[in-house]
Each structure stands twice: as C-alpha cells, then as structure tokens.
C-alpha cells in the first residue's frame, strides 16, 4: 500500500514540475513534497520519470527548486540530469546513421521516439516505405544487429526490433504499416508526403507532420496499449498550444482511418487532465469536443500509467475502427484487426501463465 501511496505522489509530483508553471506558491508546494524523500523515494521518481520520459523535462526545475532551499539532493538530480542527456547523445549518434543507411532503400522517418524532445524514448522507432528484407539486411550488414524474436503481434504488424551493438535501446522499424495488427496503411501515404526534416541536437532526423504525429500517438495509446504517459500528455499539449494543426486535414485523414472518435477522445483526455495544474485546457475546437466518447474523468491512475479503461470504452473505439476499414473495402486489413481481440486474450493468458506476453504482443 505504501508503495501505491508513493508511487501516486511521485506522479503527481511529476506533472507538478512538468505542467504548473514556476510560480513561488508552487515552488513551496514541490518543496514541502520532497521534503521526506530519501534515496528509496528518490529512486522511485527516477525510475517514473524514466517509465513517462519527462527526465530532462522535469528534473532541471526539482534541481533549482532543490538548490533555493540547499538540500543536499540537489548534486544527485545534477548527477541523473548529466546521465540521461548521455543516454540521449548516444542514441542519437547512432541513429543519424542508421537513419541514413535504410534511406537507400526508401523513405525513412522517425515516429514517436522524438515526439518527447529534448527526452527520447525507451526505444528508437522508425517507419520505412522500403522492403522488409533489405531493412534487415542493412541492420545486418552494416551494423552488425541482430533481429530480436518476433512476436505474433509484430508479424502481424510488420515490424523489427533490432538489438544494435553499443546501442541499449532496441531500434524498431515498421515497414509499409502502422497500427498494433498493421491495419493501417491509407495513413503512411500521407505520412510520407507530409513529413519534413527537423533538427534535433546537433542532428537532423525526417519526422511526421503534426496531425501525422497525433495519428500515431492516438493509435499507440488508445488502440494498444490503453494508458497515457505524461510524455504524451505534454508533448500533446505543447502541439495544440501551438497552433499548427489543420484540424480539418487531421479530421479527414483520421476519419479515413476510423480512428476519429479515439484522437477526439485523446485530446479532450489531455486537456481535462492538464487543466487543474494550468488552470485552463488546451483550445479545442467544437469539431473534436463533439467527437470525443469521453474524458479524463474515465480515467485512473494505476501501475505507473494513467489507464483507459477497456470495457466497454476501449473497446467501442475498436469497433469503430473495425467498422470504417470495412465500409471503406479494405477486407485484408478488416480480417488484420479482427485478429487483434484473440491476440489480446492469448497474450492475457500467457501473461498469467509465465508473467510475460512477450512472445504474443
């Protein structure tokens, strides 16, 4: 229970630094909070921040908050500060070039992974248009990797993990589809046409355009893995603040796709969720608001994550899904998704029986 008690404050404590702003009153509030953390405590913030991908997003502000009131912990978030943007910098240095070698084959982009700049995440995915076989041929022969065991579900979604040497971030690349059974495949058109090249660090990496972006964000959230991070929530929010969405592009394109009500539904769970910490949500037109199926008020926060429920909301979005591929004539990729109900039953199953559904999802 005191673990569970922990875990809760560390999270709100995280989404303290990451969305209010900097504010004394808030400042006192962040203070009072890590006031009793001792290094089990502190270890555990580390270890959320790293689940949610917010290390270089929120420790700077624990470090000056820390550093005001000259608590000895100040050093040690220094230290963990100086240790991820390692982690970062190295990625990065061997990505750029991987990056490079699949482009003689196709079109290469980065999804997801640089959603959470300047954080990165935990794996390194890229979409390609090109052939499976010469993706791992390259990985192969030009980096010396080695194709991790594919599961069901990655068969289905056609897609590689692969380990690279002295990269500790598995590389994983989708090829000619997206989505947990690799039903979509209208989007990666406008995906590839729209993407345009971006600078990250010192480098430069072909990523999505926005909406493109909140296509992909939305199928991982709401249609896989059923929770949102505070990556997520922030990187989201950052976006629409921005002004650089064509929502009726995004309508169009995600409507297509049947994944209309699940992106409206994200976005008004993003903007109900920051709302408490700003003081106001994110601007949404009525376009989006009218679409969503529901709120952040469905949703609850549970081993790290902040969860959607499945039943029966997950599941009406699903369905939805189902329905638009078939009314749009795509059988291959309706009989895809029609797989997707009993891989997941499979993967709870051996979940339960071996404590891990590696092999299925």
Known sequence: ????????????????????????QNSEEITRTVASYGREEFGGLWGLATAHHVILRTFPRLQRVLTSVGNDKADWIERAIAKEQARVDHALS????ICEALEDI?????????????????????????????????????????????????????????????????????VGRLGQTGEQVAITNSLVSRGAAA???????????PEEKLIISTLQRMYRHFYLRLCDIVDTAQMVRSDVIDYDYLHSLARSAGLWDGLATYLVIV?????????????????????ARFGSERTYFRRKFLRIPL????????????????LNGELSNTLRL???PGLAAAAALELKLTGSDKGIW
């Open 106 to 174: 196709g079109d290469v982009f980065v999804i997801k992974s640089l959603d959470h700049w300047p954080d990165l995440g935990n794996d390194l995915d890229l979409y390609s248009n090109g052939e499976g076989a010469g993706v791992v041929a390259i990985m192969q022969q030009r980096f010396k990797a080695k194709v991790a065991e594919r599961s069901w579900g990655d068969r289905l979604a056609n897609k590689w993990n692969f380990v690279v040497p002295g990269l500790p971030e598995l590389v994983e690349v989708h």
């Open 199 to 209: 600078q990250f660090g010192s480098y430069t990496f072909r990523v999505p355009a």
């Open 338 to 340: 029609s797989l997707l």
């Open 271 to 291: 903007s109900g969720y920051i709302k408490p910490y700003c003081g106001e949500g994110i601007p949404l037109p009525s376009l989006v608001t009218r679409a």
């Open 311 to 326: 039943f029966p909301q997950a599941a009406k979005l699903y369905a939805s899904e189902w329905e638009r591929l078939l």
């Open 94 to 97: 061997l990505l750029s070039p």
């Open 1 to 24: 229970m005191d673990r569970i008690k922990n875990s809760t404050g560390s999270f709100t404590l995280l989404s303290q630094l990451l969305l209010a702003s900097e504010s004394d």
